[in-house]
């Protein structure tokens, strides 16, 4: 490599649980830079997974988190073309990246379900992920499949 590799971002904690985690959700939530609109929208969503999961003894930023690592992908299958064919190669996944996919597999789940508005498909979404369903934790499943199926092809990683 001639360059020197670009610096890391670093990302600041939200105000309100000083978590960086809860910053770069935001992030991806966020539309037209409008992060006091996406801020209200995920505390709304920590709200009302408070007031629905109320039994659980772990507070809505634990259950987000934990829902967030129930919906993370340990491999992912990348397309590799050897000699006129294209295999799906899997790979593992860096921490980075299996942050940001889960994450912004939450949010595009959310943003499909039917709800009144986005604080409560969010809601949904991270209660339905904390409980291992719904249709970020099968999107893990099915990319975890297709790496299953196409194990004979890792030797082509790269």
């Known amino acids: 490599m001639r ?47 408070k007031t629905k999961m109320e039994k659980e003894e772990k507070t809505p930023l634990e259950i987000w988190k934990q829902a967030l690592d129930n ?25 980075s990246r299996k942050e940001s996919v889960s994450m912004k597999n939450m949010i595009a789940f959310a943003r499909k379900r039917g709800g009144k508005s986005m604080a409560e498909k969010l809601a949904a979404e991270i209660m339905d992920a904390y409980n291992n369903q719904g249709g970020a934790y099968k999107r893990k499943e099915d990319m975890h499949r297709m790496a299953e199926a196409n194990r004979a092809f890792a030797h082509f990683r790269f």
């Open 71 to 95: 919906i993370t992908p340990m491999v992912e299958v990348k397309s590799r073309r050897i000699g006129g064919a294209t295999f799906q190669v899997p790979t593992e996944i860096r921490s």
């Open 3 to 49: 360059k020197a590799k670009p610096k890391k971002h670093v990302v600041l904690p939200d105000p309100v649980f000083g978590d960086q985690k809860v910053s770069k959700f935001v992030n991806h939530l966020m539309y037209d830079g409008k992060k006091n609109v996406s801020y209200s929208i995920f505390y709304q969503a920590l709200d009302i997974v």
